[in-house]
T-cell receptor, first 115, second 114 residues
Framework: SAVISQKPSRDICQRGTSLTIQCQVDSQVTMMFWYRQQPGQSLTLIATANQGSEATYESGFVIDKFPISRPNLTFSTLTVSNMSPEDSSIYLC????????????FGQGTRLTVV | AQKITQTQPGMFVQEKEAVTLDCTYDTSDPSYGLFWYKQPSSGEMIFLIYQGSYDQQNATEGRYSLNFQKARKSANLVISASQLGDSAMYFCAMREVRNYQLIWGAGTKLIIKP
């Protein structure tokens, strides 16, 4: 298993500003994922953070809006840029080996409210 | 096409009763894994149980068991002797061998009544 520390746990931000969310894992992991969960919805994958290369973004998400860093195998950040109220969501960091029979582990999530 | 379907948006269950949360899936891949997660109001995602497509027996983890019916493509979660602390959102997810990403259902909100 992996222990994931994600911070901040929650924040209230002004529109137009940016917030950087940090994800620290207690062991080296190849794959780190960032999800968004809008109110009352399921999880939507934003991107896969790859160490030493650019993140791979899912359809509908762009690097300018959600820049991601992955400086090493235990750490990643997601920035939500130029925020609007529509960005109010829970953002979740996840790690896993990506194999069929391995579960994904999650950080405690960041509950973001944009006002 | 939706790959994971959870048909129960919400459920109310009396404390100590057993609960079955429905999940059906769709895949053409013979090798896949099915997962259930619990999300309390605090927001974190908690892994509950896993079932592999080639597993002969249904998975069990404490009070959680997975009723896996491969021919029907269903993977229902059964919670025995429900407790107030079981109140949460429950998500079913699938991973296919050809795709490392998890595919998520819409979730079921479970409320346990005292």
């Amino acid at each position: 298993s992996a222990v994931i520390s994600q911070k901040p746990s929650r924040d209230i931000c002004q529109r137009g500003t940016s917030l950087t969310i940090q994800c620290q894992v207690d062991s080296q992991v190849t794959m780190m994922f960032w999800y968004r969960q809008q109110p009352g919805q399921s999880l939507t994958l934003i991107a896969t953070a790859n160490q030493g290369s650019e993140a791979t973004y899912e359809s509908g998400f762009v690097i300018d809006k959600f820049p991601i860093s992955r400086p090493n195998l235990t750490f990643s950040t997601l920035t939500v840029s130029n925020m609007s109220p529509e960005d109010s969501s829970i953002y979740l960091c996840s790690v896993g080996r990506g194999a069929v029979n391995t579960e994904a582990f999650f950080g405690q999530g960041t509950r973001l409210t944009v006002v | 096409a939706q790959k994971i379907t959870q048909t129960q948006p919400g459920m109310f269950v009396q404390e100590k009763e057993a609960v079955t949360l429905d999940c059906t899936y769709d895949t053409s891949d013979p090798s896949y894994g099915l997962f259930w997660y619990k999300q309390p109001s605090s927001g974190e995602m908690i892994f509950l149980i896993y079932q592999g497509s080639y597993d002969q027996q249904n998975a069990t983890e404490g009070r959680y068991s997975l009723n896996f019916q491969k021919a029907r493509k269903s993977a229902n979660l059964v919670i025995s002797a429900s407790q107030l602390g079981d109140s949460a959102m429950y998500f079913c997810a699938m991973r296919e061998v050809r795709n490392y990403q998890l595919i998520w259902g819409a979730g079921t909100k479970l409320i346990i009544k005292p």
